[in-house]
């Protein structure tokens, strides 16, 4: 059942191109009418070389170029095909691999959370490529074949019914073999797909974390692992491609009797005086050989389109999961207003409660600084502001608005965000700080590279601005990759700036510097900053202590030190350790 919906979904994407189909199967048809007119020629000419002195030449000659003449028009129209064949594969499956990457755009970030990065890869890359050799050995042999196999029980049976029956009799066998072998290796086949997806996902994490998991001298463990899912997946793939295997020697046996039968039946009538000739039986033993190829080839194909239409289900599943809700059209959104948390509840898991009653009010340019221990909250409150999480109830107003009614996009226009954790696109250094204001002059991203404290560094690169770079370079250390976040955040001088550990990796006279450039950027700006360092925000308008997702204190730096709270100890015990 699950695999009719697959075809199904499949048809829907191939119904763009059905002109291309059409023209692929009328060309496959040609090419099939063709290779079974050859056979007839030849039994002609067979019966023109039977006893001696019978031999017309004359006649042979005429024969021998419609033969000719057929077996170029078989080799143009295979060829036709064959580009058609290509165009429709790889339309269809561009169209499937840009859907799924338009939707890996849409999915919630719960979604994208809750998966390992490697299988989504796998899906995309590894399961779009094996479903198109699938689709492209089906369209190739599968359409010949059946057209070969209906074309041969037509001229069998207008050459003589009865061995046409004896030929019809067999052939339900290999069908049924067939079929119920298909049935069987299809659920393995998608099981083997999972595993190359998570061993996708093991190759990744091992390759980005390789620095950790040699500091920690776990490379042992980590060959184990995928030791462990290399097996697996070998186990899997045996079973699943014996299976599938037992296929062609099956239909093979099926076919070889059907020759057998031809062979005899037709020759106990070309010698019982019917008027069965010789070249019939020899038109007769050709077409049983056409007759019985298919099923071998088709045999190979079914295999191949398990196993493609295994990995298209996973592709598939991964285009039609839920999409986050949008609220579409609606005026741009000015985000120069108050912004109100009111009763605010929101939990990752149903079961277990994170954020109950969070009540806030933030007047437009104020600076608000969030802190507390580990897993109090503190990024969760982000992620509600920036809709990456919608929360379960309450209500969060900007600018009279709540924002669960406005446009994600529209909405984020108003913030620039720098996390902890830095992305840099595989660009130049320009082309990163401009990311997120594409149009910038050069002027405006020099400017913003300096108030960042990073035009000094991009200078010594090979190239400057020029330079091409990624997350992934290791040129870069990580502070200079979080200088460049920041750059990117000042160049776009949003209306809400959110900090989320932005100067971590950064040392501590370069962060006094970057602060004094937010701060003056962000005058009269609402500023939200997630730390652990408490220095650097002395001088925030409202300080929140969070723990276990709720405020348990706030207030400025000042008046949180003098109520000699929970924020105090942590001031103090940071103090400390910087004294000692």
């Not at 221990?373 to 009279?400: C, H, Q, V, W």
């Not at 320009?430 to 200078?459: C, D, L, Q, S, W």
Request: charged letters at 20%; hydrophobic letters at 45%; glycine letters at 8%.
């Amino acid at each position: 059942m699950r695999k009719r919906t697959v075809i199904r979904k499949l048809l829907k994407y191939l119904g763009k191109y059905r002109w291309l189909l059409v023209l692929s199967i009328a060309l496959s048809a040609a090419t099939v009418v063709s290779a079974l007119t050859l056979p007839i020629l030849t039994g002609d000419a067979v019966d023109l070389l039977l006893g001696p002195g019978n031999v017309d030449l004359l006649s042979l000659a005429s024969i021998l170029i419609k033969m000719a003449a057929v077996i170029a028009a078989t080799a143009i129209a295979q060829w036709l095909q064959n580009l058609c064949n290509n165009r429709l594969t790889y339309d269809t499956v561009r169209d499937i691999r840009r859907d799924a990457m338009a939707k890996l755009n849409r999915l919630p970030l719960s979604y994208l959370d809750s998966h390992m990065q490697g299988d989504l890869v796998s899906r995309i890359i590894s399961d779009v490529d094996v479903f198109a050799d699938g689709l492209l050995m089906g369209f190739t042999q599968l359409i010949s074949g059946v057209l070969t196999v209906v074309g041969v029980l037509f001229f069998m049976f207008r050459e003589n019914v009865p061995l046409g029956i004896v030929v019809a009799v067999l052939t339900p066998l290999s069908i049924l073999t067939a079929r119920f072998i298909a049935r069987k290796s299809f659920s393995l086949f998608r099981q083997q797909s999972q595993d190359r997806g998570e061993q996708t996902a093991l190759i990744e994490e091992m390759t980005e974390e390789a620095k950790l998991i040699r500091a920690y001298g776990r490379e042992g463990e980590a060959l184990e692992r995928f030791r462990r899912i290399n097996e697996k997946l070998g186990k899997d793939t045996l079973k699943a491609t014996f299976v599938s295997s037992l296929t062609n020697p099956m239909t093979r046996f099926i076919n070889n009797l059907v020759y057998a039968a031809v062979a005899i039946f037709g020759a106990f009538l070309a010698i019982s005086g019917t008027g069965f000739t010789p070249g019939m039986l020899t038109a007769f033993l050709v077409y049983a050989n056409q007759y019985t190829k298919p099923f071998n080839e088709i045999s190979g194909v079914i295999t191949e389109l398990q196993n493609s239409l295994a990995c298209a289900d996973r592709v598939f599943a991964l285009i039609e999961e839920a999409e986050e809700e949008q609220v579409e059209g609606g005026a741009e959104f000015d985000g120069k207003g108050e912004l109100i948390f009111s009763d605010v509840a929101f939990s990752y898991q149903p079961e277990k409660p994170l954020i109950t009653g969070f009540s806030l009010n933030v007047p437009y340019g104020r600076q608000v600084a969030i802190v507390g221990p580990t897993g109090a909250g503190k990024s969760t409150i982000i992620n509600l502001l920036m809709r990456f999480y919608d929360i379960d109830s309450g209500e969060i107003r900007l600018s009279g608005q709540e924002i669960r009614t406005i446009e994600r996009t529209k909405l984020r226009k108003n913030y620039g965000m720098v996390l902890q954790e830095t992305w840099l696109k595989e660009g130049t250094v320009r082309e990163n700080i401009a990311y997120g204001k594409p149009g910038a002059t050069e002027e405006e991203i020099v400017n913003a590279a300096k108030a960042a404290h990073a035009h000094g560094f991009i200078m010594r690169l090979e190239n400057g601005y020029d330079t091409v770079i990624s997350s992934e370079t290791g040129t870069l250390s990580a502070g200079q990759k979080q200088l460049l976040c920041i750059a990117r955040a000042m160049l776009t001088s949003p209306d809400m700036l959110i900090l989320d550990e932005a100067t971590s990796s950064i040392d501590i006279r370069t962060e006094e510097r970057i602060q004094d450039a937010f701060r003056r950027m962000m005058a009269g700006h609402t500023s939200f900053i997630v730390a652990h360092r408490l220095s650097t925000i002395r001088n925030a308008d409202v300080i929140l202590y969070l723990e276990n997702g709720q405020v348990k204190e706030q207030g400025s730096h000042e008046e949180l030190l003098q109520k000699d709270g929970a924020y105090a100890a942590l001031y103090r015990s940071q103090y400390k350790a910087l004294n000692t």
